[in-house]
């Protein structure tokens, strides 16, 4: 079983984990948080993602720094924004990503 | 020409979780349908009812305009920006979630279910200061007419949220019709029927049935019997 790992990005702390426990809920996804803009980038040269979430906090000029920085380095991830901070839209979101990008 | 999308009442995603019967227009939670994501900058259509006494813990939101509308009951509203609020029906309440909230929603009534629109829009920016507000509407007694409940000025008519957004309640006799113009080029209508049957160009719709109407100007709407429905104007692009 191969395991769909999923990068949360946002400032919001509690907010970041509530994502990320409803995302480890699926028993194929695991999702791993960053906190800023710095600690994604990080993030993303020690372990491989299949689809980036951009959360609350991160500016548009980081996001943006973030999509440049992963097309050169890993060019078939998806970067989505995640809308409403819980699990309303989260399921959508990531499964739309995955369809479009996989 | 306009372009239009019908979504039956019985089409709606369903979850049943005994305390809450969430009928769901577009994909919500554990109901995925890649057909019906969004209509627009319109992400979220929810007809829930909440069994009496019970309701949503405490929960996140984030970057999201949330829009609520009672129906039948009402609901006790409290979040972490401090406020707590009973809302009920003929008010309507608007949270932009912004930079992050929490929030918890209960059936104000230990026995009676709350009936109530959950409406979510995406909003035309990103990480703002969360708030909240909350109004008492005067939509009841004014017949045939469209009445403005939500746009995006905070000097006009109803509440204002983060997008360029006209929401309008209605309550028709059989035989009305009257012609909704668009405030913005580009923006699409989504009509939700409340209660009763409307035809909207050409097309009837009954009781919580749904229509998406785009690239045009106007939209006629006639009650082919009394009807009660509310017009949601969003961008199509956003």
Known sequence: MQIIQILVVGTHKPIMETIARLIDRDKIWQATIALSFADAIDICLQKNFSVVLIGAGIEEGQELQLKEHLAKSKPNIPIVKHYGGGSGLLFAEIHQALSKFH | ?238
């Open chain 2, 1 to 238: 020409m306009a372009q239009t999308v019908i979504h039956k009442a019985n089409t709606r995603g369903v979850a049943d979780h005994g305390w809450l019967k969430s009928y769901q227009s577009f994909s919500f939670a554990g109901y995925y349908n890649p057909e019906r994501i969004n209509f627009g900058a319109l992400r979220v259509l929810n007809d829930d009812i909440v069994t009496g006494g019970m309701g949503f813990g405490e929960h996140p939101h984030d970057n999201m305009e949330i829009i609520s509308i009672p129906l039948e009951g009402e609901l006790q509203h409290k979040d972490s920006m401090g406020n707590e609020a009973t809302i009920k029906a003929g008010e309507i309440q608007v949270m932009s979630a912004g930079t992050g909230i929490y929030h918890s929603e209960y059936n104000a009534d230990a026995t009676k279910p709350a009936k109530f629109l959950q409406i979510w829009l995406f909003p035309n920016k990103r990480n703002v200061t969360p708030r909240y507000d909350q109004i008492v509407l005067n939509h009841a007694d004014k017949q045939n007419e469209f009445v403005q409940v939500l746009s995006p000025s905070k000097d006009d008519a109803g509440v204002w949220i983060y997008q360029d957004a006209w929401f309008n309640l209605a309550n028709f006799t059989a035989n009305n019709t009257k012609t909704y113009s668009f405030h913005k080029e580009g923006n699409g209508l989504y009509v939700f029927v409340l209660k009763g049957k409307v035809e909207v160009n050409g097309d009837v719709l009954d009781t919580r049935d749904g229509m998406g109407i785009w690239d045009t100007n106007s939209v006629e709407i006639k009650a082919v019997a009394d009807a009660e429905f509310l017009l949601m104007e969003v961008p199509m692009e956003f």
